[in-house]
């Protein structure tokens, strides 16, 4: 090996064990939760930690030169959207369900690619949002703003992305990478008692539920609640607990649902199991409870090029790097499995 390539990949070691140990280092919580019913909305932890995103204290901004401070959660906030916007090298439309994995996932390319840093720009809104976002050239408006930064690889279910390289919308291969299941998200301490998938539709529990128009997770959802309990579970979940405010339906779950949980909205939430392991790696007062293989649905995450992308080079840098035992490492860390060819279900 080249002493450079061996200074570098050391380098790389070294950022990634860091990178791994900041972005996830757990805040212990000072108290478990209380009875859901008993908890009014609140705005803080008990810890003193705010529940509102942004999460991960800025590690999910690749800018370099950030200028004044400005972010006050719940009011100003642009969660999904990070780095800079003025002249990127590198656009990544990310489906959301995997935000917390960017930061160190992008630090160790920047290492292997230093040309790249503080130049790449991705967005982690659902991936049906940042479908109808490429078909609107790139455009984009967040409360009071609009702009306009156009993609170079999306990243999705494996499914949609085939959908779209055939629509010509992207540009083939489709790659899969990794392979994430279901999980049920729960309060720490777990007040509302849920034990598996059934205990969803009984009226006492209150829900944060993915929206199947705006989230494909909520589809998957629908297809395990069906295994654990047919039409006489899914029903319930996703129409008489919505009709009489049980459920909550989200539109970006990845943030709304461990949200609806620390603020005692809601008892439980189907979620992924990465998602899950991240709230409680940063110290959320989140838990879990597995679903079974047979009661499991396993989604298989893949990502192609943009067609007509601006930075097609560094578009297949990125295709490239998400399947290198790095990215994997990373992608582990979470509770994503490597996509071997065959799906995996597991809790």
Known sequence: MKRKSFRRSLLGAGVLATLLASVTAAVPASAQSSAATARPPTDTLANGQSIFPPWQNGANNDATTRGLAFT????DDLADFHGDVNNPKLVLYVGGNYF???APLIAHFEVEHPEYKGRIYWETIPPGLLIKQIEAGGTVTSGNMTWTVKADAYFAGLAKVRQYVASGLLAAPALPYVVNTLTIM???GNPGHVQGLADLGAASIRLA???PAFEGIGRQIEASLRKAGGDALEKPVYNAKVADGTTILTRIHHRQTALFLMQGRADAGVTWLSEAIFQAQV???ITRVA?????NTTAIYA???VKDAPHPAAARLWLAYIHSPQALTIFERFGFKPYTGKVLDSD
């Open 291 to 295: 679903i079974p293989p047979a009661q």
């Open 186 to 188: 729960v309060p720490a």
């Open 303 to 305: 990502g192609a090029m």
């Open 100 to 102: 917390f994995a960017m």
């Open 72 to 75: 006050v959660p719940q009011v």
């Open 283 to 285: 110290g959320h007062p």
């Open 209 to 211: 539920m993915p929206n």
